[in-house]
């Protein structure tokens, strides 16, 4: 540990919601069809390397991106190429690989000595086995150049979502690879690597001794956004580039570089009120969700699936798989219905950012939220209602508007560069006049990669 920081963040809000997963590890079979959704990755023109029928293995291209052909978007399994979908204009909506086998091969990559390989190799080795996709840039929140070298890397070693997964016990039998992928990022960087651990509990040995440089953070959601821990670490400026990872995905590149395979198991979370019996699984980037949801959810529950958590996920079918990013399926009720009364009632069930409704006086009761809107979108005022759960020194109202009126020079001066969708979901979520402000958000990102 290099350096230790602690700091207090007081705006945001915690959502308790029940359903939360018990940390038991399901194993579950790998058997089922893979899917790899293009959408997932802003701003790619994919480029397809295989047909409908093809044998692939494990770490073998689907894809790369038309931009940069280096850019590789393996498969997470061995087997059979089923389905290419595609929708409007021959868009690519998803590449399913059906594994037949529980046992697979893998593409052989060749491992590196990371002290001795050079950065090139290093590289070299990540956008060929794969993983490189799993690297993010700010600004844009979007997939790196391999040419840039980043100020910085950022991990954040925690998550504050509601129902989010456990990062200390779903790393707890991976801290070799973790530590084998932070000293690869390490020669990304012409600056360091940040982890961000919470302070409210002892961090796991993998984050606590990781040669790194340690931040601790203490208050509501969202703190654990690797955004908001950039914002209050090291602020970016114009011109400057950093990059994040989820620290379960730096145990992929840590698996790459000491083994040659592209090895994706990861430790999801399947949460929500609507789950029999909420727990972990250990899965794989694209796994089914029927593997993990079978005898979960009742045959006629009326309920939503989503790939990720509550805020920022996708909403996806039990036939679907898991998106690229995400490491928890939450399922809870859908909200199709109407309320009698609605707000007008005492709400001693209902939760609220406000005290609307009496349950504010029961600060740790759970609850289960289904997806209504209770109305529809409104007037875009300035409320001052997301001041208070955006943690950073950045008017978000002002920012919106100004993306919405496509003036680049006050988005500038707004505070784009900083952002990116999830750090505005909260904003979404406590929103009386139903705005998008995530949507909003990656419409601007956008308009700035065009324009810059």
Not at 179 to 194: C, E, F, N, P
Not at 295 to 316: F, H, W, Y
């Amino acid at each position: 540990m290099v350096k230790e920081r602690v700091t207090r963040i007081r705006k945001g809000l915690d959502i308790k919601l029940k359903g939360t997963a018990e940390k038991v590890f399901t194993r579950i079979g790998v058997k089922g069809d893979y899917t790899l959704y293009p959408a997932d990755f802003p701003g790619l023109v994919p480029h397809l390397l295989v047909q409908e029928g093809d044998i692939v293995k494990a770490g073998t291209p689907l894809f790369t991106d038309k931009k940069d052909e280096r850019i590789r978007f393996a498969s997470p399994v061995g087997g059979k190429v089923v389905t290419i979908e595609r929708g409007e204009r021959r868009r690519i909506l998803r590449v399913v690989v059906r594994c037949e086998e529980e046992k697979f091969d893998f593409e052989e990559f060749t491992p590196l000595v990371t002290p001795t390989a050079s950065r090139e190799e290093l590289i070299n080795l990540l956008l060929q086995g794969g993983v490189w996709p799993y690297l993010r840039q700010r600004p844009f929140n979007v997939i790196p150049s391999p040419d840039v070298t980043p100020r910085d890397i950022f991990i954040s070693a925690f998550d504050t979502a509601p129902l989010a997964p456990d990062m200390d016990f779903a790393i707890k039998d991976d801290g070799a690879s973790f530590q084998a992928g932070i000293d690869v990022l390490a020669r990304l960087t012409s600056g360091k690597v940040h982890i961000g651990v919470n302070v409210n509990y002892p961090p796991h040995r993998a984050f606590a001794t990781a040669r790194a440089e340690i931040h601790r953070f203490s208050g509501p959601h969202p703190v654990g956004n690797v955004g908001v821990q950039i914002h209050h670490i090291a602020p970016i400026a114009k011109g400057e580039v950093v990059w994040t990872i989820h620290p379960l995905d730096v145990v992929f590149i840590g698996r790459l570089v000491t083994t040659g395979h592209y090895d994706v198991r990861r430790i999801v979370a399947v949460a929500g009120s609507e789950v029999a019996k909420p727990r972990y699984y250990t899965a794989m980037v694209g796994s089914p969700l029927q593997l993990m949801l079978h005898d979960q959810i009742a045959p006629d529950a009326n309920v939503r699936v989503i790939s990720g958590n509550v805020l920022t996920g996708t909403k996806e079918s039990v036939e679907g798989g898991l998106h690229f990013y995400h490491h928890i399926v939450t399922v809870i009720p859908e909200g199709n219905h109407h309320e009698f009364m609605g707000w007008a009632m005492p709400g001693f069930g209902k939760f609220s950012a406000s005290r609307l409704f009496s349950s504010f006086l029961s600060p740790r009761k759970e609850y289960v939220l289904d997806t209504n809107l209770h109305g529809g979108e409104r007037a875009f005022v300035v409320s001052g209602q997301y001041e208070k759960v955006f943690p950073m020194r950045i008017y978000p109202v002002h920012l919106l508007k100004a993306i919405l009126a496509g003036n680049i020079e006050q988005m500038e001066d707004l505070g784009i560069y900083e952002v990116a969708e999830e750090d505005f979901a909260l904003c979404e979520f406590v929103c009386t006049s139903k705005i998008d402000s995530q949507q909003i958000v990656r419409r601007g990102l956008d308009l700035m990669i065009r324009e810059l």
